[in-house]
């Protein structure tokens, strides 16, 4: 069965850091590209990041270049999202999506897996 296990979330103040985990079992994690995806009260659930099963390849949405980055360690069956220099607007559930393949995505449809997500939540 597979599962995919975020954490790190919690309240920081705008300009604070955090560091979220995806910890994945259940299946061959370098045979997967990986994303992270956010969902706020009363909007859909938009992509933020996402890496090949090799980290030779990343890619991000606007709103996160420059202030998150995504990585991965593949002996570890773990993704890592670290975010700086949050704003309010960050504020979310963030969820990991496991996509079976090489290739990244940034439509959540394309992942065949999800996390339960975890609460970001950033003061001003």
């Known amino acids: 069965q597979v599962q995919l296990v975020e954490s790190g979330g919690g309240l920081v103040q705008a300009g604070g850091s955090l560091r979220l985990s995806c910890a994945a079992s259940?299946?061959?994690?370098?045979?997967?590209?990986m994303g992270w995806f956010r969902q706020a009260p009363g909007k859909e659930r938009e992509f933020v990041a996402a890496?090949?099963?090799?980290?030779?390849?990343?890619y991000y949405a606007d709103s996160a270049k420059g202030r998150f980055t995504i990585s991965r360690d593949n002996a570890k069956n773990t993704m890592y999202l670290q975010m700086n220099n949050l704003k309010p607007e960050d504020t979310a559930v963030y969820y990991c999506?496991?996509?079976?393949?090489?290739?990244?995505?940034?439509?959540?449809?394309?992942?065949?897996?999800w996390g339960q997500g975890t609460q970001v939540t950033v003061s001003s």
């Open positions: 999506a496991a996509r079976y393949g090489n290739g990244i995505r940034k439509t959540a449809s394309e992942y065949n897996y």
């Open positions: 259940g299946l061959i994690f370098s045979s997967y590209a």
């Open positions: 890496i090949n099963w090799s980290s030779g390849t990343t």
